[in-house]
């Protein structure tokens, strides 16, 4: 088992990183540390467990996970920041993904997504300032067929023509008021 490198505030750092992260996040992230010999190479999985339990990764996410997996707050910083698939600010409540791959490239895809931004004012990566929308690009979604397609949440649609943005846009809207 691996022991903790204790400092004598040690318990009021453990506190403050529960506060943070929750309590069975801050239990799990601990086991793994106590468990396994190179902590840092289980920094993917606890930050997927951030992330899926937050929504993304905030720099107090980060220091947290460092105290409690005894690893540096540079390392972890350095992984959340390389992969792409964290996310380091909020997400909005609709998480819409426009897929760039090649089926959908060719029918149009980039007019649509090029719509999407227009109408939220927002570009890839970036969150409306109402927290309502995030807006990603993504490789294939896996239904071709019907491409050029876009997924909101776990829905996917197409094909999409640029003109029927608006209206997703606004059932979103309306579906949000009913969350
Ligand atoms: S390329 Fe878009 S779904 Fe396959």
Redesign the pocket.
Known sequence: MNEVLQTDNWQEVRAQCREVLTEPLARSIEKCRAEDPNPASRLIQVLHEVQDHFGYIAPDHIDAVAQLLQVPAAKVAGVATFYHFFRLTPRGKFMIHV???????VKG?ERVAQKFKEELGIDFGETTKDGMFTLEA???????G????IMIEDDVH?PITPDQVPAILEKCIEKAKTL
Request: hydrophobic fraction near 35%; include cysteine; aromatic fraction near 4%.
């Open positions: 897929c760039l791959g090649t089926a959908c490239y895809a993504s490789r294939c979604l896996g239904t071709c019907l491409a050029p397609v197409g």
